[in-house]
């Protein structure tokens, strides 16, 4: 039987916004620190989904801040679909001792790395245009994507607002497999909200009737309109 299948990204968050908060605020959960949580819509999929969310948790309990978190992987240089690593704006996690064992010397990474970077800033910059990237420290950060496959990327954005001082960190996702939510708590994730875990998971795309691309005007888009 095929799991539950979202119409576009949209109404997956909007779902998902709703799960959100029955998880973390139906029982009257206290908010970790003293500030407003914020959701960072991991670019470029997870930013129409985490539009909704903050808004559904906006609209439950009178305060939610939005930003975009970019995170983007270090390919091997001639061989890209091996990942020596991955970077937000703050971090970077190498992928244990692949770059040695595909023979990359440190410059090499280094090159690519410098390459993942100019990318991420010029995203970064392009999405706020202009405006600072939202400060972490003492917040619960709620982090959220379209999907998870591996979870690596997701693996990485917990690491970075981590390292940035989110006391609480949340893991949201419309759909993702069993193995990939539960290394995510190993890595630290506080909770981890998933609406549907397909057996066997195959791809994220096979939860949405339209999972069409998103651009960057659509991020922009999502990141500047006020809630509904």
């Given at each position: 039987?095929?799991?539950r ?5 949209r ?6 916004g ?5 998880v ?6 206290p ?12 670019a ?5 989904v985490?539009r909704?969310v ?8 009178g305060?939610?801040?939005?930003d975009?978190l970019v995170?983007r ?5 001639g ?11 703050h971090?970077?996690v ?5 770059p040695?064992r ?6 090499e990474f280094d090159?690519a790395?410098d390459r993942?970077?100019?990318i991420?800033?010029?995203r970064?910059?392009?999405?706020r245009g202009?405006?600072p ?6 917040r ?11 979870g690596s990327?997701m693996?990485v954005?917990v ?8 006391t609480?960190?949340?893991v ?7 193995d ?12 981890v ?5 397909p057996?066997p ?12 691309q998103?651009d ?5 888009a999502?990141?500047?309109r006020?809630g509904?």
């Amino acid at each position: 039987m095929r799991a539950r299948i979202f119409a576009d990204r949209r109404e997956a968050g909007r779902l998902l916004g709703a799960r959100v908060v029955e998880v973390r605020y139906g029982a009257g959960i206290p908010e970790a620190g003293t500030t407003e949580p914020v959701v960072l819509g991991l670019a470029r999929g997870g930013v129409p989904v985490a539009r909704e969310v903050a808004d559904a948790i906006a609209a439950s309990t009178g305060r939610c801040a939005m930003d975009v978190l970019v995170v983007r992987k270090i390919g091997a240089p001639g061989h890209e679909e091996f990942a020596m690593g991955a970077l937000t704006a703050h971090h970077l996690v190498v992928n244990d001792d692949i770059p040695r064992r595909l023979g990359v010397s440190r410059s090499e990474f280094d090159e690519a790395a410098d390459r993942q970077r100019r990318i991420l800033d010029a995203r970064e910059r392009r999405y706020r245009g202009g405006r600072p990237s939202t400060e972490l420290g003492g917040r619960t950060v709620i982090l959220v994507d379209d999907g998870l496959a591996t979870g690596s990327s997701m693996a990485v954005a917990v690491d970075s607002v981590r390292s940035a001082g989110a006391t609480h960190v949340v893991v949201a996702v419309p759909t993702a497999p069993s193995d990939s939510i539960q290394r995510l708590r190993d890595r630290g994730a506080d909770d981890v909200v998933v609406l549907v875990t397909p057996e066997p998971f195959r791809a994220v795309g096979l939860s949405y009737d339209d999972f069409t691309q998103v651009d960057d005007d659509e991020v922009i888009a999502a990141l500047s309109r006020p809630g509904d």
